[in-house]
């Protein structure tokens, strides 16, 4: 069986509705982990939606003089209010934008993602959609998250609609993750394709995304604050619902209503360091060298009010309230996990391992478990998770006993670094080599000690969509690699050609994929590892 989320339009109603019992009538139950684990996805999901988000965001105060009040400051309504968006939650926030908005509204231009109309349509999820009067023109493009011709029109459209407003105006922007790649507005005589080869080579090099980023940005018009500028001198009020680590305005979307504080010499950095500079086309040497990219005097931002109105920590401590209402010991890590997603399958590892170690009372005081604590310590230092603290999350775990399920929390976003051709996604891929690296651990004579536990390990991304595949993520037990071995599936070969997808549609039939569609929303992704006691429950 495929896990198929399918309840997103009615999120807090009936079928997602929050179970009514107690913590412990919850944790008495014998509902599997998998299916404990799939309800506190979903829940992070839900409560990271852009309309109630929006609607806590966003005021439109009516009287003799009409202003919007963003997170309490307010804005005049002097002259005409136009409204622009880019991302995958755009859309459910361009809707509750203007039924707040009203006639106030002259006009307004998206760019969304290719086929989200249809999909959302599809899936009953009308209350994202807008209205059939709409002031706001809708374009699609992007198709698989990658830059394409129909999201350079939108792009086009938003910049010359910036370009016309004079100071009495005020230009509402709508920001949400997958911006860059719905902005897409080159700086001659860079191409899009060019532009795009440039990006796709970095990132199968294991560019983070803040690298991406700056080169996005060095070669844009409308990216590092480029459409604030062409607003200017209209006020700019920027909503962002953040998919970035550490929510870092100037990344989101590559900035577009943020200074740029990027310069030459940051990029060819970047482009040395994946070996890149000698195979640059001649358009993108030109633009590097220009003065375009090196601004003599800072430039005044002034008429420009940037506000996060959601995130990925929005998302986790959400689930947190769920697992606890379900009766988990829970931990909330980090919402700003990073790193190769081979280096954090293996943090993943060592972490499910010292858990289960911890809460043993045959292998407590076991000279493994200072071993493996140890490596997890070293790990942990190499990854640099900025707040990640394992002392005292210990420190929580130590009030469990055997009986008491635990749940540890994290979100972010791991990079993959391609080495072969095959079809996945970074969750997916997390989830399949933990699930090696968990094998690996119990073939071992001293790790029989997992036997005595019930692991489930999941990873998903919050837009609905992991890479170039129509699965959010996966999730996996401790039992499925060798379970895969038995039906005659190699995972390692399967991990070499980056090709966890096929993997995962192949092995009983994808019942380990997360398959949501497209949830209307983007804060990165959401990490959760459900560990019990064998019979505990």
């Known amino acids: ?80 209010l136009y409204l622009v968006g880019f991302g995958k939650a755009v859309l459910g926030m361009a809707a509750v934008a203007e039924d707040i ?43 698989h998250n990658l830059p394409d011709r129909e999201a350079l029109k939108a792009a086009s459209t938003i910049r010359d609609l910036a370009k016309g407003l004079t100071a009495e105006d005020l230009l509402l922007v709508l920001i949400s993750g997958g911006g860059s790649a719905l902005l897409p507005a080159p700086i001659p005589p860079v191409t899009l394709e060019e532009k795009g080869t440039l990006t796709r080579l970095l990132a199968s090099k294991g560019a983070t995304i803040q690298e991406l980023n700056t080169i996005r940005k060095a070669l844009s018009l409308l990216k590092g604050g480029g459409l604030a500028r062409a607003a200017y001198p209209a006020q700019v009020l920027s909503l962002i619902l953040s998919d970035v680590i550490g929510d870092p305005l100037d990344i989101i979307a590559s900035g577009p209503t943020v200074p740029s504080s990027h310069r ?77 997603v081979s280096t954090v399958a293996h943090f993943y590892s060592l972490l499910i391992q010292l858990v289960c170690l911890s809460t043993s009372r045959i292998s407590r005081n076991s000279p493994l478990k200072d071993k493996v604590k140890e490596a997890l310590s070293n790990l942990a230092a190499e990854l640099e998770i900025p707040g990640l603290d394992l002392s005292d999350a210990f420190r929580h775990l130590q009030e469990s006993q055997v009986e008491k399920p635990i749940c540890l929390l994290a979100g972010g976003e791991t990079t993959v670094q391609l080495k072969g051709n095959g079809k996945g996604g970074r969750n997916q891929e997390l989830v399949l080599r933990v699930a ?60 070499s050609n980056n090709n966890s997808y096929s993997f995962f549609t192949e092995f009983q039939s994808g019942r380990h994929l997360l398959m949501t569609g497209l949830t209307g929303t983007n804060v990165m992704d959401v990490h959760a590892v459900l560990i019990r006691a064998r019979g505990s429950l």
């Open 1 to 80: 069986m495929v896990y198929v989320l399918k309840c997103w339009p009615v999120l807090g109603r009936a079928c997602w509705r929050p179970s009514s019992r107690s913590a412990g009538e919850a944790s008495s139950s014998n509902m599997a982990l998998k299916e404990h684990g799939l309800h506190i996805f979903r829940s992070a999901v839900g409560t990271v939606l852009p309309g109630p988000m929006l609607k806590r965001a966003l005021v439109l105060e009516t009287s003799e003089c009409p202003r919007l009040v963003l997170h309490g400051r307010p804005f005049e309504l002097r002259g005409d």
């Open 101 to 143: 908005l009203g006639d106030h509204l002259v006009r307004g231009v998206i760019s969304v993602p290719q086929g989200i109309q249809e999909t959302l349509q599809h899936t009953g999820m009308r209350e994202m959609l807008l209205k059939p009067q709409s002031h706001i023109q809708v374009m699609e493009g992007a198709k």
């Open 264 to 340: 030459v010499q940051d990029c060819l950095q970047i482009l040395a360091k994946y070996d890149l500079l000698n195979s640059l086309p001649e358009s993108v040497q030109t633009v590097l060298s220009s003065s375009v990219t090196e601004q003599s005097t800072p430039e005044d931002y002034s008429h420009v009010y940037n506000v996060v109105i959601g995130s990925n920590r929005l998302a986790l401590e959400e689930a947190k309230r769920q697992a606890e209402d379900r009766g988990y010991l829970t931990v909330l890590l980090s919402d700003v996990m990073c790193g190769e």
């Open 436 to 495: 090696l690296e968990l094998h690996r651990v119990k073939s071992t004579a001293e790790g029989s000690f997992l036997e005595k536990f019930e692991v489930v390990f999941l990873s998903g991304g919050t837009d609905g969509q992991d890479g170039p595949t129509e699965a959010a993520g996966a999730l996996c037990s401790q039992e499925l690699v060798g379970e895969a071995e038995q039906e005659g599936f190699d995972v390692e070969a399967f991990l």
